[in-house]
């Protein structure tokens, strides 16, 4: 056993607290400090006791909460990969032993007998060091990211889904007639840091993108949408602004009535890629126009979870473009910075959050 400071949650049944634990030991040689960790709706839904499918590592009766994290080396070990001070990503699910797993994808886990730090199995990173092994461990390339390098959990969500679009997208041509998608739609559903990446990333493609949410947002995510030639629509005030014929829907929301509103209005070939979790959104009416028009125009409805190691890295690389633009406002996508002991945040959100992150060093 060791002991840690950090912040604990009992899974599934919820809760959080800020103190000293004694946990089982972490399995590597590597000791990474701990510089911040962010905040997404997984730890608030484990905190909240609304995620069944969450569980304790063996020999625990709680969890270290947190998977999306940035560290930087304390002591490598008999790593050559890593030396003191390079700032790192751990990777958050951990292998079982099915064949996906053994390949490097235990995002495609075909068993579901992997763990994932923070959430199923295995302590997470909220506390002030841990330790790891050098193939869970992502180097970021470059320092001067340190301010935003923790949005590469969530970046890695979105390089995953860019693999499954690309693999779904191959049935038929969905690009413009130069090759390029230029002129081509995207809408994505919801407006926190999931959907914020996802069309920043679209748009990086060359689609037309679209953010959407049922309600108005602030101006910090206004100026993000507008460096970035994202347009914002409030569905609920004028929905034909977003019109007919989109190629490709993103939803962040989990929520169906707003998933097959838009899916309605998908053109030829398109694509929904399904990315958002909502056990508790109502059910909705899928009807045989529904399924016609799915079947009669190539439609794609596909989910897609997690990602593998290559994502991280992508992830990393793609953030770091971003942030070396100039004037670049990807900064403002962190919107607040709690201390450890601030446990409330689990429970409360502002309304003005895009991603709160906490600062352990
Ligand atoms: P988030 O910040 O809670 O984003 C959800 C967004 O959906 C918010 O902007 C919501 O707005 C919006 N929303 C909810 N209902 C509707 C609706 N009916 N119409 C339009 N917008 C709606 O969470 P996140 O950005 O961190 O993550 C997005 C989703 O992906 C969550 O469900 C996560 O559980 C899920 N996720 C999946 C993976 C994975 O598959 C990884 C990480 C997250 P408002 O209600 O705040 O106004 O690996
Ligand atoms: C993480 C994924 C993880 C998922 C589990 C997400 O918040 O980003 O890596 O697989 O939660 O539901
Ligand atoms: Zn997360």
């Not at 292998?95 to 995002?107: Q, T």
């Not at 092994?133 to 860019?162: I, Q, R």
């Not at 993000?224 to 629509?233: E, G």
């Not at 602004?241 to 509103?261: A, K, M």
Request: charged letters at 25%; aromatic letters at 8%.
């Amino acid at each position: 056993m060791k002991e840690i400071e950090g912040i604990i949650t009992d899974a599934p049944k919820g809760g959080a607290k800020y103190g000293k634990f004694q946990i089982i030991e972490d399995e590597g040689n590597i000791r990474v400090q701990t510089l911040y960790t962010g905040i997404c709706g997984t730890d608030r839904g484990m905190v909240a006791g609304h995620l069944d499918f969450t569980y304790n590592p063996e020999g625990q009766s709680f969890t270290v909460l947190g998977h999306e994290a940035l560290g930087r080396i304390m002591d490598p070990g008999s790593s050559t990969a890593f030396k003191k001070g390079d700032l790192v990503v751990p990777v958050v699910r951990r292998p079982g032993d099915c064949i996906n797993c053994r390949i490097g994808r235990p995002d495609n886990c075909s068993d579901g007998k992997k763990h994932e730090a923070g959430i199923t199995g295995k302590n997470g990173f909220m506390r002030k060091s841990f330790v790891d092994s050098e193939e869970f461990l992502v180097k970021v390339p470059d320092s001067s990211m340190l301010d935003y390098a923790v949005l590469t959990e969530p970046m890695k969500n979105v390089m995953k889904a860019m693999e499954v679009f690309g693999t779904v997208s191959r049935r038929a041509i969905i690009s413009s007639d130069d090759s390029t998608f230029e002129g081509m739609r995207c809408v994505v559903i919801g407006t926190g840091p999931e959907a914020f990446l996802y069309a920043m990333s679209f748009s990086d493609l060359g689609f037309s993108t679209i953010i959407t949410n049922r309600h108005p947002i602030d101006d910090n995510r206004m100026k993000i949408l507008s460096y970035f030639h994202i347009t914002f629509v409030d569905y609920s005030k004028d929905d034909s602004l977003i019109g007919d014929n989109i190629n490709v829907i993103v939803d962040t929301s989990g929520d169906p009535g707003t998933i097959f509103r838009f899916f309605r209005r998908l053109s030829y070939n398109g694509i929904a890629l399904l990315f958002g979790t909502n056990s508790n959104a109502p059910a909705t009416g899928v009807d045989g126009r529904d399924i016609d028009r799915m079947i009669e125009r190539n439609l794609t409805l596909v989910g897609t979870v997690d990602a593998a190691k290559i994502h991280y890295v992508q992830a990393l690389e793609k953030l770091s473009r971003w942030g070396n633009m100039p004037n670049s406002p990807l900064k403002n996508l962190i919107t607040g910075i709690y201390k450890p002991s601030d446990t409330g945040i689990f429970t409360e959100r502002n309304p003005n959050e895009i991603k709160a992150v906490i600062k352990w060093a």
